[in-house]
């Protein structure tokens, strides 16, 4: 068995948000493994560290770690990307800077990390690739602090084995490098394509590790559905605009793989074959393909934050305004009732904000409360944030992204169109 699978058997069944869901880490809110108490009294003296501003964001997991990331939303956030051990505390186990607390110093020259909202490992390759915004203070307004980029740590050495500062041509004035999702066929680690989200300016910028060059492609396809912009959740009302923003990443057919994107603020998934997106030098309209609505009615509560594709082509979404994590078998077409639920929970899946599915096909789920930190408050005695696993298997029993599940006729019924 490996350690990932031990680690879920051995943490298993302590709280869960549903059958299908494992609570394996809580916080009530996050710290770090200082060298020592006299080190974080010192953060804390300057400002360097202010505790109740760090909120968590992104997770992905390698062998015995789970990274996590955590954008600098407001000032004294002393790291942006820190790992904790699966074997360590499940309770407000401290962060561990990554791969240290010098590579996090903020405000220094750009070679650092500045503003880190998702990772992907590249788990043919044992890479971590990191996608740095280059933003800080995003919460008060955001502060380009440094060009956004892209790093590959060598995850056996934790040194960075690639790094690609986004050209001016593909960036925008008010671009927000928020995601990404990583190619690499046939263990061709010198061959990988990394397509990365701009959610604010509406496009998808790839990099080509062999041609070490990347390039942007925009499409009406990537906005934000100005209809679907209003969110209403966890006691409070707001309008995010945020476009393109979960990637689900097709297994290879016909020598092609299907990308499905999402916009944050929409209620329908779109498709590109990344044959498409690969070629600089053919971007057709024409090859982007619209999915029907998710689901439909007049609150439009339908928001897809992180997306997930396992090896079996099940995709993993987050429904944030909803507090539920759903699937889709894209064998299947894209109509609610053909969606499932995995798990939903207001307390526990409170805004459930990043899901991966790591190389075995375990889905892993982080929820964070997130409008609350933003908008009003969070309750410190309380746990606000938590990470879930389960395996693919468990996590669609049961629901119409099983492989097994006999569709019905009205499983075919397309979403009321209210607008
Ligand atoms: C990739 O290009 C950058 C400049 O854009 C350069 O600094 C770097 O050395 C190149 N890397 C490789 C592996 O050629
Ligand atoms: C927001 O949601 C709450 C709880 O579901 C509801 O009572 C309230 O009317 C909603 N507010 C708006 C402005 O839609
Ligand atoms: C990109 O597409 C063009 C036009 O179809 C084709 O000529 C070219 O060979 C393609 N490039 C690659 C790298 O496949």
Redesign the pocket.
Known sequence: MNRVAVALVVLCGVVSASARLQELFTWNQVDFAWPSKAARDAAIQTGAFVPENQMPLGIEVWKDRLFVTLPRWRRGSPATLATVSLNGPQHNQPLQPYPDWAMNREGGPCDGLTGIFRVQIDHACGRLWVLDAGEVDVAEGGVQQCPPKLLAFDLSTDQVVIRHVLPEENVRQGSLFSNLAVDTRNGQCDDTHVYMADAWRFGIVTYSTKSNSSWRVEHNYMQSDPLACRYNTSGVDFRWHDGVFGFGLAPVVDNDRTLYFTPMSGTRAFAVPT?AL?????IDESTFTVLPQRGGGVDAQWHAGATAMSSNGIMFYNLVTRDAVACWNSRLPYLPNLQGEVARDTVTLNFPNDVKVDEFNNVWVLSNRLPRYLFSSLDLSDVNIRVFAAHESNAIAGTPCDPHYAPQSNDFVTAPCVY
Do not use: G, I, P
Not at 278 to 282: A, F, L, S
């Open positions: 044959s690969r070629n600089e030098t053919v």
